[in-house]
């Protein structure tokens, strides 16, 4: 095999050291999957997508398209170990193509910004959540009580743009100060108490009346509520939310010791992604038929449910606290992932000190994320190609950008790189590597290819 033992050099290392265990990495990378876009966007948008058969695609896009790329990009990430501007640029040259595959990861770099910018607004209100639930204001509400707070609160500017501050500003101060074991130790903990109080959650949701009416509105297939644009989105919920398609994994790919199955550590990570994401989708539903809400409600769908079932349960006022606390949490373990790429690599690239990168990117973000702030309020109304800015900028990370450079990154493990190098990645060429070879050659490619096309109406 043509490993670089056999071809006379060292093994290769990372600079930064390589994980304690692989139950480390799993943790990070569930760490990073695991957030804002389990809990808070995936119900929304099922919702809005008519729920069935958006779940059903959702969860083919996870398992035929989205395992095969978080395959690809541990790899990549393992085998050139280095951020994922330059590993592209060594693993072109090295298989013999060129160092212009660097652009994909300056690529991922440009959508992280972008989508940090509105996940730190989402990720505020999570906040602002944390503070009303300590002071018991959703105790005893009703659906159109609920829903006023919703409105008053992002249809104040102001208030908006004051969380959005705190949570960039939180996440650009640990990213400044490289606090990368503190990190480990935080995802340790919050993603089994997400997963145990969503536990309790979904018992309360049982006992809610309608579960058996959200369960339907989740697992029946309706196909004629879909459309392309939802399978569009359906796509690139599963990018999104499996932390695919700029570089992040890539980059934590880098620290994996070479003995770590990479098959077996994608299958956790994307089962507990799922699991999660699922879990809060049982939730929500059976609330939203249980209250008469309306499931196409949007962005606030999460930040009306909830509070309403918090406000009527006993010890609400704990567990709303505990669940935005966590919730919070969620977001920051996912959005400090996004905000290292693009620090490491403006660090390593021109040459600044993570202090002044950090402080460049968080100001950069925070000044984009206004758009998104005002969308909800002053510029609510003010609406072109996709609707508000948050909308357009959503559009054009989810559904362009990620798929876009997941696309790249699995031709480029697939189709660029020989099967010599990638059997090596991935332990030989038994029968989980010829699947991934299969699906990451035709099946993943072709389908990103076709979703896309059709969503834009390019196929007729
Ligand atoms: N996956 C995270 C979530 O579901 C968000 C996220 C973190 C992300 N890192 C990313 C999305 C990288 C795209 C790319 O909330």
């Known amino acids: 095999m043509l490993n670089e033992e056999a071809a006379g050099k060292a093994p290769r290392t990372s600079l930064h050291g390589h994980w304690s265990s692989r139950m480390a990495f799993i943790l990070a990378v569930t760490g990073s999957a695991v957030g804002l876009g389990n809990i808070w966007k995936f119900p929304?948008?099922?919702?809005?997508?008519?729920?069935?058969a958006f779940v059903l695609v959702?969860?083919?896009?996870?398992?035929?398209?989205?395992?095969?790329?978080?395959?690809?990009?541990?790899?990549?990430?393992?085998?050139?170990?280095r951020n994922p501007v330059a590993t592209m640029a060594l693993l072109g040259e090295e298989e013999g193509h060129s160092r212009r595959w660097r652009w994909v990861g300056a690529l991922g770099i440009i959508a992280g910004i972008l989508i940090l910018s509105y996940y730190s607004v989402i990720?505020?209100?999570?906040?602002?959540?944390v503070q009303k639930s300590l002071f018991g204001v959703f105790t005893g509400t009703t659906a159109a009580q609920v829903d006023t707070i919703f409105k008053n609160f992002t249809g104040n500017w102001v208030a908006l743009a004051f969380t959005h501050t705190l949570f960039i500003g939180c996440t650009t101060l640990v990213v400044a100060r490289g606090l990368e074991r503190g990190l480990e130790q935080a995802v340790k903990f919050m993603v089994p108490s997400l997963l145990l109080l969503l536990l309790a959650l979904l018992g309360y949701a049982i006992t809610s009346g309608s579960f058996a009416q959200g369960v339907s509105f989740l697992m029946t297939p309706d196909f004629s509520a879909l459309t392309w644009d939802g399978v569009l989105a359906a796509m690139g919920q599963a990018f999104f939310t499996?932390?695919?398609?700029?570089g992040a994994v890539m980059a934590y790919g880098a620290y994996l010791p070479k003995e770590t199955s990479i098959a077996g550590a994608s299958v956790a990570v994307v089962i507990a992604d799922t699991i999660i994401a699922i879990l809060a989708a049982l939730i929500i539903f059976p609330l939203v038929f249980a209250n008469n809400l309306d499931p196409a409600e949007g962005e606030g769908l999460v930040f009306v449910t909830l509070p309403l079932a918090f406000g009527q349960m006993p010890g609400g006022v704990v567990f709303a606290s505990l669940f935005f606390v966590l919730l919070a949490f969620a977001a920051w373990t996912s959005a400090l992932g996004v905000m290292e790429a693009a620090v490491a690599f403006l660090v390593e690239r021109f040459y600044r000190t993570r202090a002044q990168a950090a402080t460049m990117?968080?100001?950069?973000?925070?000044?984009?994320?206004?758009?998104?702030?005002?969308?909800?309020?002053?510029l609510?109304?003010?609406?072109?190609?996709?609707?508000?800015?948050?909308?357009?900028?959503?559009?054009?990370?989810?559904?362009?950008?990620?798929?876009?450079?997941?696309?790249?990154?699995?031709?480029?493990?697939?189709?660029?790189?020989?099967?010599?190098?990638?059997?090596?990645?991935?332990?030989?060429?038994?029968?989980?590597?010829?699947?991934?070879?299969?699906?990451?050659?035709?099946?993943?490619?072709?389908?990103?290819?076709?979703?896309?096309?059709?969503?834009?109406?390019?196929?007729?």
């Not at 929304?44 to 069935?52: F, H, L, R, V």
């Not at 990720?123 to 959540?129: D, H, K, Q, S, V």
């Not at 038994?430 to 096309?453: D, E, K, M, N, Q």
Request: proline content about 2%; some cysteine; aromatic content about 12%.
């Open 44 to 52: 929304y948008i099922a919702g809005e997508n008519g729920g069935g």
């Open 58 to 81: 959702y969860l083919l896009c996870v398992f035929l398209i989205g395992l095969p790329v978080m395959m690809s990009e541990i790899l990549i990430g393992r085998r050139g170990r």
């Open 123 to 129: 990720a505020g209100w999570t906040l602002a959540y």
């Open 242 to 246: 499996l932390s695919l398609g700029m």
């Open 361 to 378: 990117t968080g100001g950069l973000i925070w000044l984009i994320g206004l758009g998104t702030v005002l969308s909800f309020n002053v």
């Open 380 to 460: 609510a109304e003010f609406k072109f190609l996709n609707g508000t800015i948050y909308d357009n900028v959503d559009y054009l990370t989810s559904k362009i950008i990620l798929p876009l450079s997941g696309l790249l990154i699995t031709v480029f493990a697939a189709w660029v790189m020989c099967r010599n190098s990638t059997a090596d990645e991935l332990g030989g060429a038994g029968s989980s590597y010829r699947l991934w070879h299969f699906l990451a050659r035709f099946v993943a490619p072709a389908a990103i290819i076709v979703i896309f096309l059709q969503a834009v109406g390019a196929l007729g």
